[in-house]
């Protein structure tokens, strides 16, 4: 088993509409979780941080945590072509110390 | 411009031979870590420092591969005799708080 597993899709969705990516963990010590995303043939960027149960909103983004589910997804409201590209969800914490370790990412298709 | 920088961009190099990435991360950041990706794969880690101290390294990295960080800046990743397998782009991330910054990544193509 993975230690983070998403779907590696291609997750397709329609301009304007909501896109849902989901991730699961398997170490229930892991503290704290992160969504990045990758533009082909570039790094990663931070998108959101979240430490806690329950939903965190930044804009268009909100990330959701769920512990006890071993759960962590990504909203993405009003899906824009600019939002095509792969997103990576990582764990942090627990028996991973200092490091992230990253599931192998969604790739998301927003068409006009 | 005050991100992480990566040296060079792209490697191209012969089967044996030995290269050498630099990475000089966020000034503020006293954690720097190394992660190598390859095409339709999340970023694997190698290793990560705080401050000049190796604080890790995955049990999965060759012996081939050793890094430093040896003032607690900047940081090295050196491949020895690589091969075609060694292919991928290695990313460089610091951090302070948890959250990390990459740079944008050295493409290595071992031919």
């Known amino acids: ?112 | 411009d005050t991100g992480v920088s990566q040296d060079p961009r792209h490697k191209i190099t012969k089967r044996g031979q030995n290269v050498t990435f630099r990475c000089d991360p966020i000034s503020e950041h006293n954690r720097l870590y190394w992660y190598r990706q390859t095409l339709g794969q999340g970023p694997e880690f190698l290793t990560y420092f705080q401050n000049e101290a190796q604080l890790e390294k995955s049990r999965l990295l060759s012996d081939r591969f050793s890094a430093e960080r040896p003032k607690g800046s900047f940081s090295t990743l050196e491949i020895q005799r690589t091969e075609q397998g060694d292919s991928a782009m290695y990313l460089c991330a610091s951090s302070n708080t948890g959250e990390l910054f990459f740079g944008e990544g050295s493409r290595l193509t071992v031919l």
């Open chain 1, 1 to 112: 088993q993975k230690e983070v597993e998403q779907n590696s899709g291609p997750l397709s969705v329609p301009e304007g509409a909501i896109a849902s990516l989901n991730c699961t963990y398997s170490d229930r010590g892991s503290q704290s979780f992160f969504w990045y995303r990758q533009y082909s043939g570039k790094s990663p960027e931070l998108i959101m941080s979240i430490y806690s149960n329950g939903d965190k909103e930044d804009g268009r983004f909100t990330a959701q945590l769920n512990k006890a589910s071993q759960y962590v997804s990504l909203l993405i409201r009003d899906s824009q072509p600019s939002d095509s590209a792969t997103y990576l969800c990582a764990g942090g914490g627990g028996n991973q110390g200092g490091k992230l370790i990253f599931g192998q990412g969604t790739e998301l298709s927003v068409k006009p």
